[in-house]
C-alpha cells in the first residue's frame, strides 16, 4: 500500500536557521506530492505541491523536490522566521478505480524560537 | 468566501450519545471529504464524497455515516459515540477527486466520556 514517511520531530531552530524536513514515501503508479501546514488550532492549509518527477514546488520561502529516483520530497526554507512555527505534514495522492486518497505523513512540529 | 466552515468548535459527549457534525462549503467544490486527526497518526480518510449523490468508506469507516446532503453540505454522523473516536474531525473539499488540491475546514474537537 502506500505510504508516507516523515521525520520525526520535534524540530527546534533559531530564527533565520536553515531548515529540512525530510519526506520518503511508497506508492504505487505516478503519485502527486504535497506539503501541508498547520498552524496552532487551525485547519492543514497547503504550502507546496509537485505532480510529476523533477517538478520542484515552492511557496512562502519554502522548496521541495519531486524526485522519483529515491522517492523523496524534502522540505527546506533558507532562513525560518518565529511565524513559521507550525506542524508540517507529507502527503502523496493516488488514484485507481473509485479510491482517490490523499495519504498523510504523522507531521513534523517545528518551533522557531527568536 | 469562507472557504470550509465546521460546526460544532467543540462538543462533549457521553458514550453511547449520536451527533452530527457538519461541513459546508462555497467554494462550488465537486469532491468532499471526512478525516479524523489523532496524535502522532496523522490525518486519516473516515468517509469521502467524490460528487454529489455518491459517498465512499475511507481507511476508518467503522462507527460513521455520512451524508452527501447538496453539493454544499457533508454530514458526519457518530451513532454511538465511543471514547476511541475522540478526535479532531476535519472536512475538506476539492474540485474534483483525481489530483486535486484539498482545503480543510478548521475542525471540530470532539471528546467522547
Known amino acids: 500500500g502506500n505510504s508516507v514517511t516523515q521525520m520525526e520531530g520535534p524540530v527546534t531552530l533559531s530564527e533565520e536557521a536553515f531548515l529540512t524536513i525530510n519526506c520518503t514515501y511508497t506508492?504505487?503508479?505516478?503519485?502527486?506530492l504535497f506539503w501541508y501546514v498547520q498552524y496552532p488550532g487551525e485547519g492543514l492549509q497547503l504550502l507546496l505541491k509537485?505532480?510529476?518527477?523533477?517538478d520542484k514546488g515552492s511557496n512562502k520561502g519554502f522548496e521541495a523536490t519531486y524526485r522519483k529516483e529515491t522517492t523523496s520530497f524534502h522540505l527546506e526554507k533558507g532562513s525560518v522566521q518565529v511565524s513559521d512555527s507550525a506542524v508540517y505534514f507529507c502527503?502523496?495522492?493516488?488514484?485507481?478505480?473509485?479510491?482517490?486518497?490523499?495519504?498523510f505523513g504523522k507531521g513534523t512540529l517545528l518551533t522557531v524560537n527568536p | 468566501n469562507a472557504g470550509v466552515t465546521q460546526t460544532p468548535k467543540f462538543q462533549v459527549l457521553k458514550t453511547g450519545q449520536s451527533m452530527t457534525l457538519q461541513c459546508a462549503q462555497d467554494?462550488?467544490?465537486?469532491?468532499m471529504y471526512w478525516y479524523r486527526q489523532d496524535p502522532g497518526m496523522g490525518l486519516r480518510l473516515i468517509y469521502y464524497?467524490?460528487?454529489?449523490?455518491?459517498?465512499d468508506k475511507g481507511e476508518v469507516p467503522n462507527g460513521y455515516n455520512v451524508s452527501r446532503l447538496n453539493k454544499r453540505e457533508f454530514s458526519l454522523r457518530l451513532e454511538s459515540a465511543a471514547p476511541s473516536q475522540t478526535s479532531v474531525y476535519f472536512c475538506?473539499?476539492?474540485?474534483?477527486?483525481?489530483?486535486?488540491?484539498?482545503?480543510f475546514g478548521p475542525g471540530t474537537r470532539l471528546l467522547v466520556l
Open positions: 467554494m462550488n467544490h465537486n469532491s
Open positions: 506508492a504505487t503508479g505516478y503519485p502527486s
Open positions: 464524497s467524490a460528487s454529489e449523490g455518491t459517498t
Open positions: 502527503a502523496l495522492w493516488t488514484s485507481g478505480g473509485s479510491n482517490y486518497k490523499l495519504t
Open positions: 509537485a505532480t510529476k518527477a523533477d
Open positions: 475538506a473539499s476539492s474540485v474534483g477527486a483525481d489530483r486535486e488540491t484539498q482545503y
